[in-house]
């Protein structure tokens, strides 16, 4: 969208919200980037040049806006409703990876080679996955400058830094303001300008982060955190006081994340083992509750369909629950092949007792992460208390996982995957789309073979059987999922019962 001077210059002087995360407003005559809905007097056009992310104006040497916070602004849509290199790479990105990996380990994820990921993000991103994860460590370490008491040289390991002089350096670029000095203009208490004590190996734990989630309004978070609570297996979820609770498998260490919905945020309260986990924790609750969908433009798309526009009039900026973990979704789908959301639970629950890694939960309540993949691969098939054809599914689909011939992840190729989960024994339709849906994040997975939702056809006067309804859905593309949430909200069961 940056590359379309005349709808992005619109977009600045009506300060429209809705396409912050889109691109990013460099002001020419100050030196600053900022998002579209940046409160101070807009610039004149002539002054205003666009970039399509903010490690892209950071290069070019800007620096971030101290009143708006472009910083802050929710994700890109683009990278949850593609499924092509860059929008794989973006996600990656998100989740840590070249942090922990490198630039060689993002592309071997992706199957490409270095200088063709490299070559592509800065086509399309203006910056390489270099500076894309440094502007991410830069939003990871002024999050825990201005939220937290830790001291500068603890954040700096904890946000991805190599060096307390890069962090430094860092800072300074992009906010134009020393560490010490950013946490002041937060606390009102005056600190240490820069980080000078010698880094701990691991950073130090200081307890729960409380942090704020932004996204593009409207949200209606019935859909999301009741199926959430719905399904929540005892021991990795709970609901408690207006808030989703869950444990988290993050790679140097467990989390605890607690979810609140608000008029205009999530709060979001995480306790971690490690604080280098921050970032990797945050992208990974985002993505939970799809906060980076562009609502608008998916309800408007759905809203032209006759049938469909009274129910999106109903309850606007529906969202897709997903997951922060895609192994353990696609393993918790088959333990609810053919069986009530309820004796699901059971399943799962057994497991997680039986498998699953014991946690600390400083509140009470969550004791265990859910086993992973090569916690279960020595699991006796007789020891789980379901048909003999469905155990068969189930131990295929783990010893798929646990020896690495299926991977279900932030980088996966939603087509290549589900053609891979239909090949295997037990699997159809239903549990390959919706681990596509929920698990990989396909915004056009559809589940027409879903009871729920051929109920909901039916009440609504749309075709009941698959293949009808298949061909009447495809006015909704490429938001089917989307879809989905609003004809489930129209059947007062629509977890009760899942098919193969």
């Not at 199957?111 to 070559?119: A, D, I, L, T």
């Not at 309800?299 to 997903?322: F, M, N, S, T």
């Not at 991977?407 to 681990?435: K, N």
Request: with cysteine.
């Amino acid at each position: 969208m940056h590359s379309d001077r005349e709808r992005c210059v619109r977009a600045v002087q009506s300060k429209d919200a809705r396409f912050d995360g889109w691109f990013f407003t460099a002001v020419l005559t100050t030196g600053i980037y900022c998002r579209p809905s940046c409160p101070v007097v807009p610039p004149k056009p002539g002054n205003m040049a666009f970039y399509p992310s903010a490690a892209a104006c950071q290069q070019a040497g800007f620096r971030a806006c101290k009143r708006c916070r472009p910083d802050t602004s929710p994700g890109s849509p683009e990278w949850n409703q593609r499924a092509d290199l860059v929008a794989r790479a973006m996600r990656l990105i998100a989740d840590g990876v070249v942090d922990r990996e490198g630039v060689p380990g993002l592309a071997a994820r992706l199957g490409y080679s270095s200088r063709q990921v490299e070559r592509q993000l800065r086509a399309e991103l203006g910056a390489g996955p270099l500076a894309l994860a440094r502007a991410q460590r830069a939003q990871t370490a002024r999050l825990l400058i201005e939220t937290t008491a830790l001291p500068m040289a603890e954040i700096a390991f904890a946000a991805g830094f190599a060096s307390i002089r890069t962090f430094n350096d860092t800072v300074r670029e992009v906010y134009a303001l020393s560490p010490g000095d950013l946490r002041t203009r937060a606390t009102g208490r005056p600190t240490s300008r820069t980080a000078a004590a010698p880094a701990p190996t691991t950073p130090t734990t200081p307890g729960a982060l409380s942090l704020r989630l932004p996204f593009r309004a409207p949200l209606n978070p019935d859909n999301l955190f009741g199926h959430l609570a719905a399904t929540a297996v005892p021991g990795v979820e709970e609901w408690r006081d207006g808030s989703y609770r869950r444990t988290l498998r993050l790679p140097y260490g467990h989390g605890i994340a607690a979810l609140t919905p608000r008029p205009d945020h999530i709060a979001c309260r995480l306790t971690l083992g490690d604080l280098r986990d921050l970032p990797v924790a945050i992208s990974r609750c985002r993505r939970l509750l799809d906060l980076d969908a562009d609502p608008v433009a998916i309800d408007d798309q759905l809203r032209a369909d006759p049938v469909l526009a009274p129910l999106v009039d109903k309850g606007p900026g529906r969202r897709v629950p997903r997951t922060v973990d895609e192994a353990e979704f696609a393993l918790r789908a088959v333990l609810g092949q053919q069986v009530s959301t309820a004796a699901a639970r059971t399943h799962a629950a057994r497991l997680v007792t039986a498998h699953g890694e014991p946690v600390d939960d400083p509140e009470g309540g969550l004791t265990h992460l859910f086993p992973s993949a090569g916690a279960l691969a020595a699991l006796d098939p007789e020891s789980l208390a379901m048909p003999r054809t469905r155990r068969t599914t189930f131990t295929t689909l783990v010893r798929q996982l646990a020896g690495g011939e299926l991977h279900l992840g932030a980088d996966s190729d939603w087509q290549e995957s589900r053609t891979r989960l239909l090949a295997l024994p037990g699997f159809g339709p239903w549990t390959a789309d919706v681990i596509s849906m929920r698990a990989l994040g396909d915004p056009d997975a559809f589940l027409p073979t879903d009871l729920g939702i051929r109920r909901a056809a039916q009440e609504l006067g749309l075709p009941s059987t698959p293949a009808a309804l298949t061909a009447r859905a495809a006015a909704w593309r490429p938001w089917r999922a989307y879809a989905v949430q609003y004809l489930w909200a129209t059947d007062s069961h629509p977890i009760n019962f899942l098919p193969v």
